[in-house]
């Protein structure tokens, strides 16, 4: 069975950094991950994607610059490295996967779902 589990959240000061890091299982080809992150009271909103095979990387606005999308050689971790945080970055952000191409950031491209791990800034 596909299994996404996240990891690293946590509470920080603005300004400062974490890594999240989503391990992923039972894939059995190559496929588009990204995270997503959901405020309270908020729609789930696209961060960063990309396709495991390589390409395109994809960031949303608010976040380039500021964000860093990767994976490891196994292709079998997906990290998000966030630095220069701001209180509002403070979500529950969620790694997604879905077996397309395109790294979209868009909520309906994905199937597969973590249950999410919270960032809190302030």
């Known amino acids: 069975d596909v299994q996404l589990v996240e990891s690293g959240g946590g509470s920080v000061q603005a300004g400062g950094s974490l890594r999240l890091s989503c391990a992923a299982s039972?894939?059995?080809?190559?496929?588009?991950m990204a995270w997503f992150r959901q405020a309270p009271g908020k729609e789930r909103e696209g961060v960063a994607a990309?396709?495991?095979?390589?390409?395109?990387?994809n960031y949303a606005d608010s976040v380039k610059d500021r964000y860093t999308i990767s994976q490891d050689n196994t292709k079998s971790t997906l990290y998000l490295q966030m630095n220069s945080l701001k209180p509002e970055d403070t979500a529950m952000y969620y790694c997604?996967?879905?077996?397309?191409?395109?790294?979209?950031?868009?909520?309906?491209?994905?199937?597969?779902w973590g249950q999410g791990t919270q960032v809190t800034v302030s």
């Open positions: 997604a996967a879905d077996y397309y191409l395109l790294p979209t950031l868009k909520v309906e491209d994905f199937r597969y």
């Open positions: 990309l396709y495991t095979g390589g390409g395109v990387i």
């Open positions: 039972g894939f059995s080809s190559n496929r588009r």
